[in-house]
Nanobody
């Protein structure tokens, strides 16, 4: 069974920084793309950033230049470094990964449980 566990959320003032982590564990043969999504109160979940297995990255326009996604393949972990945080970044942040549990099985998308990020003075 595959699990994704996020950490690193919290309360930060506008202009501050946070680093989120998401570690994948369990039965893992390979991990393809990994990414971060967020959901603010009363809004739909939206894509924030993604990183391919080869390290190519993409960002939503709203976070470009402020957020950096990275991954450590040896640790099966994806990170989201967030700087210059704004009140509108307040949301529950979820990690997502395309994981192949074994050589005999195809890949599926898995979600973490979410971590709250609150940007407020």
């Amino acid at each position: 069974q595959v699990q994704l566990v996020e950490s690193g959320g919290g309360l930060v003032q506008p202009g501050g920084s946070l680093r989120l982590s998401c570690a994948a564990s369990g039965s893992i043969f390979s991990i393809n793309a990994m990414g971060w999504y967020r959901q603010a109160p009363g809004k739909q979940r939206e894509w924030v950033a993604g990183v391919s297995s080869g390290g190519s990255t993409n960002y939503a326009d709203s976070v470009k230049g402020r957020f950096t996604i990275s991954r450590d393949n040896a640790k099966n972990t994806v990170y989201l470094q967030m700087i210059s945080l704004k009140t509108e970044d307040t949301a529950v942040y979820y990690c997502n990964a395309n994981i192949r549990p074994s050589e005999a099985l195809g890949s599926n998308y898995y979600w973490g449980q979410g971590t709250q990020v609150t940007v407020s003075s």
